[in-house]
């Protein structure tokens, strides 16, 4: 257990210590917040769907919540390359309690950063419809970052070295978050793009997330949780199996 | 305390370590010399559970590190060829750290993490972050963190890799001291003869995955008719250059770069 704490910690530490880290990992959502939100305020309105800045903001939370946990999970990549891995790898200590504590922290980095955030979102001028919710929001945003926390390990213990990130950018990452629903609603898309954002985890996340924010649903959220439960207890077990196969 | 027999390690066909034999006693200082891709870091890999046996028997402290992995990690403490440690945390965090992944009692880890910083002259920086040390001063740390469980057995492999003189005059002594005080039996690997030569007792010479001698220093030289273990190392191995980055374990390395087999 101590192991498992031990890791944990490491990642807060890094995280709090990485401060101009923590500004520039701001930019991209404030970037899609500010351009998105404002830039297509307008057409939304006139399409009679209310205010874009309301329906995108939990998208670019999750979308926050999505980068951060997959690159906390990829940064074992990092750690290979910089050597810290093996001094993990080597200790008397079952492989799973280090990607554990490897995972949690890297899960609750994200969902701190998501929080950032949304933080930034209530400045933009962003309302929680329901503030009762948010609690139901948090716990959205804590499995949406254990999914991909545990996604990104299994993506990181299975690369050798840092040359495959770019692909995991473009072919990973980028259709997960541009498939989910984060930055257009769901009903009414053509049947091929339907299904495939049916297939994306991100978009029950966003679902759940959008569904305890501003109250608006398209899976409706039992469904969202159910899902989101299931995927992080696969990518969490199926990130430990890759992870227990590593050798350096 | 270390014993090996016909220990083999293949990468697909190629034979990176055939069916090597060795012996140390208990608070022997034990060096492993050869050139580059001789398959000196791929044994100590697999002392230190860190590779599979392909085939052959092990035994570290009268445990078998196929089996009992846990147990014989307990035991021993290594210091990698490149380096292990957080960069972004302080020594004492990195220290912290080891201890609890080691089950170092608090209070002990503390007493000890202290002790051990002061011996290796790190003490006044315990709370500096370690990416702003000196190449010596995180070889120094490494050894004080590889030591905080007290193992039984110190792994080094090729400590003294890019240090200056210096530090590597201090390392060596303190390597030394510890052997001769706490009696921690020391596996060592390096390419600095002088190195071997001073502190090792006994030294197995390692080519193309054999050994190809193994005695004291002075039976080494005996045996080859030379005057200095350069001499002899250079008599056994050869003059051929090895290059490093294109040995086949490289080569298998790069094969399987990107998707893990």
């Known amino acids: 257990m101590s192991a498992i704490y031990i890791l944990w910690l490491r990642e807060l530490r890094r995280y709090t210590r990485s401060r101009v880290q923590i500004i520039a990992s701001l930019g991209q959502p404030v970037l899609y917040l500010v351009a998105l939100g404002f830039g297509m305020g307008a057409v939304y309105r006139q399409a009679g769907r209310g205010s874009y800045l309301q329906f995108v903001a939990p998208g670019v939370i999750a979308m926050t919540v999505l980068f951060s946990a997959t690159f906390s999970g990829i940064a074992l990549l990092w750690d290979r390359q910089f050597g810290f891995l093996k001094e993990t790898l080597v200790a008397p200590v079952p492989r799973v309690f280090i990607m554990l504590g490897r995972t949690c922290g890297a899960a609750t980095v994200a969902l701190l950063q998501g929080a950032l955030v949304a933080v930034v979102c209530v400045i933009a001028g962003f309302r929680p419809s329901n503030l009762a919710l948010l609690p139901e929001g948090l716990a959205f945003l804590a499995l949406i970052a254990l999914v991909f926390a545990g996604l990104g390990t299994t993506v990181g213990s299975s690369l050798k070295d840092m040359q495959g990130f770019q692909m995991v950018m473009n072919f990973l990452v980028m259709p997960l978050f541009f498939l989910s629903g984060a930055l257009y609603p769901l009903d009414h898309l053509p049947s091929v793009l339907a299904a495939v954002t049916r297939m994306d985890p991100l978009s029950y996340g966003v679902d759940g997330l959008r569904s305890a924010l501003i109250g608006q649903t398209h899976f409706g959220p039992a469904l969202d949780a159910t899902v989101l439960i299931i995927l992080a207890a696969a990518f969490v077990c199926l990130g430990a199996w890759r992870f227990s196969r590593i050798e350096v | ?261």
Request: aromatic share 6%.
């Open chain 2, 1 to 261: 305390m270390i014993r090996a027999e016909n220990l083999t390690r293949k990468f697909g066909d190629f034979i990176a370590v055939d069916a090597v034999c060795f012996e140390v006693g208990a608070g022997e200082i034990f060096a492993f010399l050869g050139p580059n891709g001789a398959g000196k870091t791929t044994t100590i890999k697999m002392l230190t559970t860190l590779l599979a046996v392909t085939s052959g028997k092990l035994e570290i402290d009268g445990l078998d590190p196929t089996r009992h992995k846990n147990e014989v990690r307990r035991r021993f403490g290594i210091v990698f060829q490149d380096p292990s440690l957080d960069q972004e945390l302080t020594a004492w965090e990195n220290m912290e750290l080891h201890g609890a992944l080691y089950h170092v009692p608090r209070k002990l880890r503390r007493e000890r993490s202290e002790a051990l910083l002061t011996t290796f002259g790190l003490w006044d920086r315990k709370d500096g972050r370690v990416r702003e040390f000196s190449g010596g001063m995180r070889r120094r740390l490494e050894i004080a963190r590889g030591l905080l469980h007290t193992p039984r057995i110190l792994f080094l492999d090729e400590p003294t890799l890019g240090l200056d003189p210096q530090s590597r005059n201090q390392l060596w002594t303190h390597v030394k001291e510890l052997n001769r005080k706490e009696g921690v039996t020391v596996f060592l690997t390096t390419h600095y003869m002088d190195e071997a030569d001073r502190a090792a007792s006994r030294i197995a010479i390692i080519d193309h995955g054999k050994i190809v001698a193994l005695g004291t220093s002075q039976e080494l030289k005996d045996k080859t008719r030379t005057a200095t273990l350069e001499d002899a190392f250079l008599a056994l191995t050869g003059t051929a250059l090895r290059d490093e980055s294109a040995s086949p374990v490289d080569r298998m390395r790069n094969v399987a770069r990107m998707w893990r087999r």
